[in-house]
């Protein structure tokens, strides 16, 4: 079945350590997009991208880095320069022709700070 | 700047016991008006979109609908598995991304 897997779906990390989010999609979308999730904020931008080898920072980069070397693929590493890292990450496609704009997400990665 | 505000944060209602939810926006040439339904721990799951003022779209229970400056998500008769997180996103359209809401929280209680 077509759709977006996140992997892992629990993460613990020590202060100091950088990790990595897999999200893997083979639905062809060619936009891919990093959210994080805190209780009572809503969904915040952090990273994005419509093509391979490119991407464009969102409302709240810092502390986060990308890549997009495949169209299925869109890594997100959290540094230890996110100070508060604790959080739930959605990553999410689309299809770039499309202008119905309707995201598929995946089930989400938590990741906790010990 | 483009935003989206939802209201109200959490709603109780009794099964059976209809209501709406409110999605206000200000985005700069809406291309789309999109509600989303997310269960504790998953990722959200698309349930409509909209695209002009006086549109409306149903599912179950749920019906959307879309002014010039806000949508709502009517609930007709709930029940206890309605209860989630309902997400509003908007588009200004292209390739810009989706700017949500921070979300309603409905609980339905038999």
């Known amino acids: 079945d077509g759709g977006i897997t996140q992997s892992p779906k629990y993460l613990f990390r020590k202060e100091g350590q950088n990790v990595t989010l897999s999200c893997e999609q083979n639905l062809n979308h060619d936009a891919m997009y990093w959210y994080r999730q805190d209780p009572g904020q809503g969904l915040r931008l952090i990273y994005y991208?419509?093509?391979?080898?490119?991407?464009q920072k969102g409302d709240i980069a810092e502390g986060y880095s990308v890549s997009r070397e495949k169209k299925e693929s869109f890594p997100l590493t959290v540094t230890s320069a996110q100070k508060n890292p604790t959080a739930f990450y959605l990553c999410?496609?689309?299809?770039?022709?499309?202008?119905?704009?309707?995201?598929?997400f995946g089930e989400g990665s938590r990741l906790t700070v010990l | 700047e483009d935003q989206v505000t939802q209201s109200p944060e959490a709603l109780r209602l009794q099964e059976g016991e209809s209501s709406s939810l409110n999605c206000s926006y200000t985005v700069s040439g809406l291309r789309g008006l999109f509600w989303y339904r997310q269960d504790p721990g998953k990722g959200p799951e698309f349930l409509f979109t909209l695209y002009s003022a006086g549109e409306e779209k149903e599912k179950e229970r749920l019906k959307a609908t879309l002014t010039k400056k806000e949508s709502f998500l009517h609930i007709t008769a709930p029940k206890p598995e309605d209860s989630a997180t309902y997400l509003c996103a908007s588009t200004g359209g292209g390739n810009t991304p989706l700017v949500f809401g921070k979300g309603t929280r409905l609980s339905v209680i038999a």
């Open positions: 999410a496609s689309r299809n770039q022709g499309a202008w119905t704009g309707e995201l598929f």
């Open positions: 991208s419509q093509i391979v080898n490119d991407f």
